[in-house]
Nanobody, 127 residues
Framework: QVQLVESGGGSVQAGGSLRLSCAAS????????MGWFRQAPGKEREFVAA????????YYQGSVKGRFSISRDNAKNTVYLQMNSLKPEDTAVYYC????????????????????WGQGTQVTVSS
């Protein structure tokens, strides 16, 4: 059974930082892209960041570029999202996602490009 388990969410004041982790089990994702998405109340789920299987390429939504950083440790089958300079508009449930097979970078920013999803972790940023 494949599982993606997010952790590290919480409440923080604007300008603060959080580091999200997503630990995968049941299969290895070392050859495939992984991503982070988020969904705020009343809004659709949106792409946040993605990273290639090797970790050599990363992609970001424009509003988080320069503030968020995605990384992965394939030995631990874990992907991370370092979030700095957080803003109230970053408040959302953050989801980790993994590709089940190679699709290429064109699919990294699309939720249908992923086969496995975590349950999500809440991030709340207060002003």
């Amino acid at each position: 059974q494949v599982q993606l388990v997010e952790s590290g969410g919480g409440s923080v004041q604007a300008g603060g930082s959080l580091r999200l982790s997503c630990a995968a089990s049941g299969r290895t994702f070392s050859n495939y892209g992984m991503g982070w998405f988020r969904q705020a109340p009343g809004k659709e789920r949106e792409f946040v960041a993605a990273i290639s299987g090797s970790g050599g390429s990363s992609y970001y939504q424009g509003s988080v570029k320069g503030r968020f950083s995605i990384s992965r440790d394939n030995a631990k089958n874990t992907v991370y999202l370092q979030m700095n300079s957080l803003k109230p508009e970053d408040t959302a449930v953050y989801y980790c996602a993994g590709q089940g097979y190679y699709r290429g970078s064109n699919y990294y920013m699309k939720d249908y490009g992923y086969d496995y999803w975590g349950q999500g972790t809440q991030v709340t940023v207060s002003s």
